[in-house]
């Protein structure tokens, strides 16, 4: 059975930063690009940053680029956010997947969810 597990939500106030993970267990995702989405209450789910396997090329929502880094331990099957300046619009649950094909801003995309961990930013 297939598992991405999110970790290190919680409450931040505007300008803080959190780190996010994403453990994945059940199959080795090393060779698959990694994802982070988003959802916020009565939205859509929306792409925030993706990986590929071999870590070498990273891609960014608008939203986020030069505040969020993603990066992954491939030895480890985890894959990390890191956000930094964060700001009450980024407020969301945000979610872990694993790439499948396709382009890796798409959520369609992508065929293993975690359940999400909610990240919610005070002003």
């Known amino acids: 059975q297939v598992q991405l597990v999110e970790s290190g939500g919680g409450l931040v106030q505007a300008g803080g930063s959190l780190r996010l993970s994403c453990l994945a267990s059940?199959?080795?995702?090393?060779?698959?690009?990694m994802g982070w989405f988003r959802q916020a209450p009565g939205k859509e789910r929306d792409f925030v940053a993706a990986?590929?396997?071999?870590?070498?090329?990273?891609y960014y929502a608008d939203s986020v680029k030069g505040r969020f880094t993603i990066s992954r331990d491939k030895a480890k099957n985890t894959v990390f956010l890191q956000m930094a300046s964060l700001k009450p619009e980024d407020t969301a649950v945000y979610y872990c997947?694993?790439?499948?094909?396709?382009?890796?801003?798409?959520?369609?995309?992508?065929?293993?969810w975690g359940q999400g961990t909610q990240v919610t930013v005070s002003s």
């Open positions: 997947a694993g790439h499948i094909s396709g382009s890796v801003s798409m959520a369609t995309s992508y065929g293993y």
């Open positions: 059940g199959r080795t995702f090393s060779r698959y690009a």
């Open positions: 990986i590929s396997w071999g870590a070498g090329s990273t």
